[in-house]
């Protein structure tokens, strides 16, 4: 009763839908990327859209940059699931995913893939040209990361940055430029989120250690131990923290985006506390619940910022 598998077949049928319709087989691929966390990323792409433009984007503008970074993020997952078939069969914490057990076709989650691709492609070329230009640089990093834990124990960053990008989608949809000096904060805040995501993931690969190791992948967990991962989570958070000021000062903020900031570290305090080399039962609360409560707050912190 607790696999992700049987989680997504009842939450299907809770909805009234029937096993092999097409509205069935939808609730389920959703419940496999866990599309509702997309609001670890989505919350920074407004935050790139609000200080871009010091005030509220445009409906349209907002809109479209929503459905790219639903359609990122169910593109990155949907081929990270594909990639990691074979290992998910042999980790006990993932062996029941729905792509390992059939209740879910390869060939239906790679047509879900080309969808989500297309429409991120959609939504980019009618946001702005230079969101287009740029838009194979974002698949290359939101289909490739899922390969790199094959050859490296820089996965984690490479994850942050992917996820990062939502900053720079964000920015370049309202002002359609990256690259000129006084886009300088909207790279700030990108190294921040590199650095957020990349702790956090370094917490959560904790939990693979074991597989990670007899598989020959390149997690630092698995490479340099829990307690080393652990204690360089807490550096990458704290230069998470100082990259968040330095944007703040670019951009000369007002006192709520630092309170939001000063939340945001008592929040990670608090995160690192739930976990440690022994007891990592509460990785979970971690990884999913104060990660959403930090990017929640710093938007209002950021929104608050350009209002006050």
């Known amino acids: 009763m607790g696999s992700s598998t049987q989680r997504a077949k009842e939450s299907a049928q809770a909805r009234g839908l029937k096993p092999g319709t097409f509205a069935y087989r939808l609730r389920v691929f959703l419940d496999l990327v866990r599309f509702e966390h997309t609001v670890f990323a989505l919350?920074?792409?407004?935050?790139g859209m609000v200080l871009a433009t010091n005030g509220l984007p445009t409906l349209w503008q907002l809109v479209w940059v929503t459905v790219a970074m639903a359609a990122a993020r169910t593109l990155a997952f949907a081929v990270n699931r594909l990639a990691d078939r074979a290992y998910d069969a042999v980790n006990p914490r993932t062996r029941n995913r729905p792509t390992v057990t059939g209740a879910i076709e390869a060939g239906t989650v790679t047509r879900y893939a080309a969808v989500s691709l297309g429409v991120l492609l959609i939504a980019a070329a009618l946001l702005d040209p230079l969101a287009f230009k740029l838009a194979p640089v974002a698949v290359l990093f939101l289909?490739?990361?899922?390969?790199?834990k094959r050859f490296t124990v820089l996965a984690h960053w490479v994850l942050g940055f992917t996820d990062a990008l939502a900053v720079?989608?964000?920015w370049i949809a309202v002002r359609g430029s990256f690259f000129a000096?006084?886009?300088?904060?909207?790279?700030l805040l990108i190294s921040?989120?590199?650095?957020w995501i990349a702790g956090f993931d370094l917490i959560y690969a904790c939990q693979d250690v074991e597989h990670d190791r007899q598989e020959g992948l390149h997690a630092w967990p698995a490479r340099y131990g829990i307690a080393s991962a652990l204690r360089l989570s807490r550096l990458n958070h704290a230069a998470f923290l100082g990259f968040l000021a330095l944007a703040g000062l670019a951009l000369a903020l007002s006192w709520p985006y630092y309170a939001a900031a000063l939340i945001t570290a008592l929040l990670l305090v608090y995160e690192h506390r739930l976990v440690s080399p022994d007891d990592l039962s509460r990785v979970n609360v971690a990884f999913f619940n104060m990660n959403s409560?930090?990017?929640?707050t710093l938007l209002a912190g950021a929104l608050g910022a350009v209002v006050v």
């Open 43 to 47: 919350p920074f792409a407004y935050i």
């Open 143 to 148: 289909v490739g990361y899922s390969f790199t």
């Open 168 to 170: 720079g989608g964000g």
């Open 181 to 187: 000096p006084e886009d300088l904060p909207a790279w």
């Open 192 to 195: 921040a989120v590199t650095f």
């Open 293 to 296: 409560y930090i990017a929640l």
